[in-house]
């Protein structure tokens, strides 16, 4: 067991190691069309690669890409209405001919919408109908069956956090501007913590002797709920 998910691990790492020398011109173009993007990105992929598509998603949303995700099937049901003039699509598929994502990309094409593809097939129909193409096939899925999309939505969720970090970065992105997009839990809280929040004032500000009896001191100490 310990042997087999060696390789799986392996083979995932060797899949996204893989893609740096894959990181040319292409990548540049969908960096730049996002940063002249008018209005959103749209990120939109069936089955594995929609899961992996909803999580590009939101990464590009909290560092300030604004973006959402479209379930193709969805789309071709009328969810095409969310997606707005001046918006820019993110279509994922590792085969690159699946029926929903391509017919989502010929609406897409024909409403002018600029298109990026991620896909393990850059020559496939999604890819001749995409603006820009990123390639990010695998040579083997870590399924031993070779069915189970493993390997290559691990490499598909890496450059997708590429693009985003990139983005990031040439937006000029802060701490402070992620906290705006992140208030909540453990994160938010440490982003968003100041001394004034740990500071008491007022009726609730720190202890103070108003006797010279031990027990005095202890009910000061009580009454601010600091024992």
Known sequence: MKEQAKRVLKIEADAVAALIDRVDERFVQAVTLILNCKGRVVVTGMGKSGLIGKKISATLASTGTPALFLHPAEGIHG??????????????????????????????????????????????????????????????????????PTASTTATLAMGDALAVVLLDQRGFKQEDFACFHPGGTLGKKLLLRVRDLMHSGDAGAPGLRGTLIKDAIYEISSKKMA
Not at 112 to 129: F, M, V
Not at 135 to 148: F, I, N, W, Y
């Open 79 to 148: 969810d095409l209405g969310m997606v707005t003039r001046g918006d820019t699509v993110i279509a994922l598929s590792n085969s690159g001919e699946t029926e929903e994502n391509f017919e989502d990309a010929s609406v897409s094409q024909t409403a002018r919408h600029q298109i990026i593809a991620l896909t393990g097939n850059p020559e496939s129909t999604l890819a001749k109908n995409s603006d820009v193409v990123i390639d990010v096939g695998v040579t083997e899925e870590a399924c031993p069956l070779g069915l189970a």
